[in-house]
């Protein structure tokens, strides 16, 4: 089966702080995402890799960047955290660009105060 | 702009009723189409997934259709279980970006 982790199920800080989310895949996965889901306007896609050391900007990435130094491992950084970036963050990776599907891992809910 | 809508918002049946959820996207040029699911706090599990060139999948009780000239797709469960309550969501991969454009989900509830 296909294991996608997260670092932390719940996550708690304050507004300013340097955030790090981090995304396990143990597939060999070429592709890795990170999205953000907020209620009503479901999934949007920040970040993401199609190769070690390759990012690209998805629909809403101002205030994030990301970190894939390795295959397995995609990292989600909030560089200044801010409250408006309180949500659930959802990490995903696929073997092929175009046709297979997306495996989830299980979220992580952060709260900026 | 891909945009990917999903009605109802909510759904509550009684066990054992079929029912049928829908997605509606507005640029019929998609590669494909997923069907996920996702429990309350827990990440999405993949259902479905139709390639542009197929019209449906199935898998158990689960029945996705597409069609692309139309801009929908339907997922129909029969049979329903309490066990099926869930958020259900779908997805669009294609068109201008290429990337997975998903719905705001329907909330299905279903009634023991």
């Known amino acids: 089966d296909v294991k996608v982790t997260q670092s932390s199920r719940y996550l708690v800080k304050r507004t300013g702080e340097k955030v790090f989310l981090e995304c396990v895949q143990d597939?060999?996965?070429?592709?890795m995402f990170w999205y953000r889901q907020d209620p009503g306007l479901g999934l949007r896609l920040i970040y993401f890799?199609?190769?070690?050391?390759?990012?690209e900007k998805g629909d809403i990435p101002e205030g994030y960047s990301v970190s894939r130094e390795k295959k397995e491992r995609f990292s989600l950084i909030l560089e200044s955290a801010s409250t408006n970036q309180t949500s659930m963050y959802l990490c995903?990776?696929?073997?092929?660009?175009?046709?297979?599907?997306?495996?989830f891992g299980p979220g992580t809910r952060l709260l900026v105060l | 702009k891909q945009e990917v809508t999903q009605i109802p918002a909510a759904l509550s049946v009684p066990e054992g009723e079929n029912l049928v959820l829908n997605c509606s996207f507005t640029?019929?040029?998609?590669?494909?189409l997923q069907w996920f699911r996702q429990d309350p706090g827990k990440g999405l599990t993949s259902l479905l997934l139709?390639?542009?060139?197929?019209r449906e999948q199935t898998s158990g009780r689960l029945n996705a259709s597409l069609d692309k000239s139309s801009g929908r797709s339907t997922l129909y469960i029969a049979a329903s279980q309490p066990g099926d309550s869930a958020t259900y969501l779908c997805?669009?991969?294609?068109?201008?970006?290429?990337?997975?454009?998903f719905g705001t989900g329907t909330l299905l509830a279903v009634q023991p």
């Open positions: 640029d019929s040029a998609i590669y494909n």
């Open positions: 890799s199609y190769d070690v050391k390759m990012k």
């Open positions: 597939m060999d996965h070429e592709n």
């Open positions: 995903a990776s696929s073997w092929d660009r175009y046709q297979e599907t997306q495996y």
């Open positions: 997805a669009v991969r294609g068109g201008a970006t290429n990337k997975l454009i």
């Open positions: 139709i390639q542009s060139s197929q």
